[in-house]
């Protein structure tokens, strides 16, 4: 979560940064009243009313600057599947457009069951695969509602039971952390992961949180002084800026410490500031003049402005190193890039919401932001398979989780597995006693190699013989830490009976 912190420089008003005034519209007025009585009688788990979900769901995407149907049919999201009330009812009482919001929301949470337990064998999980791509791709203002109300679900996590905490905390960082990320919501994406971390696995989360902390109090002294050295010159140039700490996600600490190999002296964007100024020129200007103090390390300036991220995201980065041997980031960006990288798609609602709704009335999207182009490949994809016509999922660049492919087992079970994994990967995943005892795979119904790297859309089935011991071979044919870390502990076992 960023913490703004001003600059004694000037301080342009951000107007046109905040978001819709939250006065409820004649017709959300209407909602929230069909709402509360389609819901009476019903309670939350932390003993709440349950129509209390559906408003932090509206005030959530009032927030988030989303457009009035979006907001209703946020307050309604819950109603076809919970209550009494018909998608016809919705539809007489607020139209097409919402009505198709709350369709598509609903279709989602079916879908979405299906997703993550492995232990429920439902033969249409596939078929629910596909609905969710059609309910996504039809409209991306639905998966915005689930973000949303992911996004209170998790506020209010601990008013469920542990096994279903642990659930929903997975659920959030495989699928709807990187969503958010590939929104380039950059904000929704930090309180998703972090709120969700501390239940997936409160020790490290513990652990890591007092690291940064530590760290933060030792060098909160070092960085006020770079601070103040930077600002200095900027001001000597008469250049307008703002500062703006970010604090590091827990979450993506964690990741990066996997990464290498748990050294955190090798991460280098553990203290970073972020200098928001006017416009395009000033970022370079104010590079070359933090370049004109510090050295750069070599190979760390990354121009995000001239080559965005895939999902949009702008900035400059630059790692340097000060006199006194102190690592720092530095990011420049300006106040739009800021806007977009914190609110990502909803803050391009908010500016260019007539254009998209016309867009969407006429169904075409022509005026998504930067390198948003996934989206219009999703939803051609969607066009295709509501019309019937056949769509080869795997050719599909569905790059929605960009480092996690989705592969099936035999009975239409989705496995989410990292770029790059194999066969012994896929059994380990299922069950460590799984992964011993593998002789074979057969991938789409042939007997494949085992160090054939599995692709998105793959039906992988695994032959076992209980005869078969674990190899240490095997480690060729491993691409993930949990597989890896599992075998070790077999072959360690295996010697230990040995000896
Ligand atoms: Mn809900």
């Given at each position: 979560?960023?913490?703004?912190?001003?600059?004694?420089?000037?301080?342009?008003?951000?107007t046109?940064t905040?978001?819709?005034?939250a006065?409820?519209?004649?017709?959300?007025?209407?909602?929230?009243d069909?709402?509360?009585?389609?819901?009476?009688?019903?309670?939350?788990?932390?003993?709440?009313?349950?129509i209390?979900?559906?408003?932090?769901?509206?005030?959530?995407?009032?927030?988030?600057?989303?457009?009035?149907?979006?907001?209703?049919a946020?307050?309604?999201?819950?109603?076809?599947?919970?209550?009494?009330?018909?998608?016809?009812?919705?539809?007489?009482?607020?139209?097409?457009?919402?009505?198709?919001?709350?369709?598509?929301?609903?279709?989602?949470?079916?879908?979405r069951?299906?997703?993550?337990?492995?232990?429920?064998?439902?033969?249409?999980?596939?078929?629910?695969?596909?609905?969710?791509?059609?309910?996504?791709?039809?409209?991306?203002?639905?998966?915005?509602?689930?973000?949303?109300?992911?996004?209170?679900?998790i506020?209010?996590?601990?008013?469920?039971?542990?096994?279903?905490?642990?659930?929903?905390?997975?659920?959030?960082?495989?699928?709807?952390?990187?969503?958010?990320?590939?929104?380039?919501?950059?904000?929704?994406?930090?309180?998703?992961?972090?709120?969700?971390?501390?239940?997936?696995?409160?020790?490290?989360?513990?652990?890591?949180?007092?690291?940064?902390?530590?760290?933060?109090?030792?060098?909160?002294?070092?960085?006020?002084?770079?601070?103040?050295?930077?600002?200095?010159?900027?001001?000597?140039e008469?250049?307008?800026?703002e500062?703006?700490?970010?604090?590091?996600?827990?979450?993506?600490?964690?990741?990066?410490?996997?990464?290498?190999?748990?050294?955190?002296?090798?991460?280098?964007?553990?203290?970073?500031?972020?200098?928001?100024?006017?416009?395009?020129?000033?970022?370079?200007?104010?590079?070359?003049?933090?370049?004109?103090?510090?050295?750069?390390?070599?190979?760390?300036?990354?121009?995000?402005?001239?080559?965005?991220k895939?999902?949009?995201?702008?900035?400059?980065?630059?790692?340097?190193?000060?006199?006194?041997?102190?690592?720092?980031?530095?990011?420049?960006?300006?106040?739009?890039?800021?806007?977009?990288?914190?609110?990502?798609?909803?803050?391009?609602?908010?500016?260019?919401?007539?254009?998209?709704?016309?867009?969407?009335?006429?169904?075409?999207?022509?005026?998504?932001?930067?390198?948003?182009?996934?989206?219009?490949?999703?939803?051609?994809?969607?066009?295709?398979?509501?019309?019937?016509?056949?769509?080869?999922?795997?050719?599909?660049?569905?790059?929605?989780?960009?480092?996690?492919?989705?592969?099936?087992?035999?009975?239409?079970d989705?496995?989410?597995?990292?770029?790059?994994?194999?066969?012994?990967?896929?059994?380990?995943?299922?069950?460590?006693?799984?992964?011993?005892?593998?002789?074979?795979?057969?991938?789409?119904?042939?007997?494949?190699?085992?160090?054939?790297?599995?692709k998105?859309?793959?039906?992988?089935?695994?032959?076992?013989?209980?005869?078969?011991?674990?190899?240490?071979?095997?480690?060729?044919?491993?691409?993930?830490?949990?597989?890896?870390?599992?075998l070790?502990?077999?072959?360690?076992?295996?010697?230990?009976?040995?000896?």
């Amino acid at each position: 979560m960023t913490t703004e912190k001003k600059s004694p420089a000037k301080v342009k008003p951000k107007t046109k940064t905040k978001a819709k005034p939250a006065t409820a519209s004649p017709k959300i007025q209407k909602a929230i009243d069909v709402a509360t009585k389609a819901h009476a009688g019903q309670m939350r788990r932390n003993g709440e009313p349950y129509i209390s979900h559906p408003l932090a769901v509206q005030k959530i995407l009032t927030e988030w600057g989303m457009d009035e149907d979006t907001i209703i049919a946020g307050i309604l999201h819950d109603t076809i599947e919970d209550t009494d009330l018909t998608l016809d009812d919705i539809k007489k009482e607020f139209g097409e457009s919402v009505a198709f919001l709350v369709d598509g929301v609903t279709k989602v949470s079916q879908a979405r069951s299906g997703m993550r337990d492995l232990n429920t064998y439902l033969p249409e999980t596939r078929d629910n695969f596909l609905r969710l791509l059609i309910a996504l791709g039809s409209d991306i203002r639905v998966l915005i509602i689930k973000l949303a109300d992911r996004l209170h679900n998790i506020r209010t996590i601990s008013a469920l039971p542990p096994d279903k905490q642990k659930k929903i905390a997975t659920e959030t960082l495989e699928v709807f952390a990187p969503l958010a990320d590939r929104l380039n919501m950059g904000q929704l994406r930090v309180e998703l992961a972090d709120r969700a971390f501390q239940y997936a696995n409160p020790k490290r989360y513990q652990e890591l949180k007092t690291l940064i902390e530590t760290r933060n109090k030792s060098a909160a002294k070092t960085i006020k002084k770079i601070e103040e050295e930077i600002s200095a010159l900027l001001k000597k140039e008469k250049i307008d800026f703002e500062i703006s700490g970010r604090a590091k996600s827990i979450y993506s600490l964690h990741k990066k410490l996997a990464k290498y190999d748990q050294n955190i002296d090798a991460i280098y964007d553990l203290l970073a500031l972020r200098f928001i100024v006017d416009d395009i020129t000033t970022c370079y200007l104010t590079l070359g003049l933090i370049h004109s103090l510090y050295t750069p390390l070599d190979g760390r300036i990354k121009d995000y402005i001239a080559m965005p991220k895939q999902n949009g995201y702008q900035s400059i980065h630059t790692t340097v190193i000060t006199p006194e041997k102190n690592i720092i980031e530095f990011q420049i960006r300006t106040h739009e890039m800021h806007e977009y990288a914190e609110r990502g798609l909803a803050a391009s609602f908010y500016y260019n919401e007539q254009k998209l709704t016309e867009n969407y009335r006429s169904g075409k999207i022509q005026h998504l932001p930067t390198n948003l182009l996934w989206i219009n490949e999703l939803q051609t994809a969607a066009a295709k398979l509501r019309s019937g016509q056949k769509v080869d999922l795997g050719k599909l660049k569905l790059d929605l989780f960009s480092d996690q492919i989705f592969v099936y087992t035999p009975k239409g079970d989705i496995i989410a597995l990292p770029k790059g994994s194999m066969p012994l990967d896929f059994a380990y995943q299922l069950h460590s006693e799984i992964g011993g005892h593998v002789v074979g795979a057969k991938i789409n119904g042939k007997m494949s190699n085992l160090k054939t790297k599995l692709k998105q859309g793959d039906v992988v089935e695994i032959i076992t013989n209980k005869n078969q011991t674990p190899k240490d071979s095997w480690f060729d044919k491993l691409f993930t830490r949990h597989a890896r870390q599992k075998l070790r502990q077999q072959l360690n076992k295996l010697t230990n009976q040995g000896s």
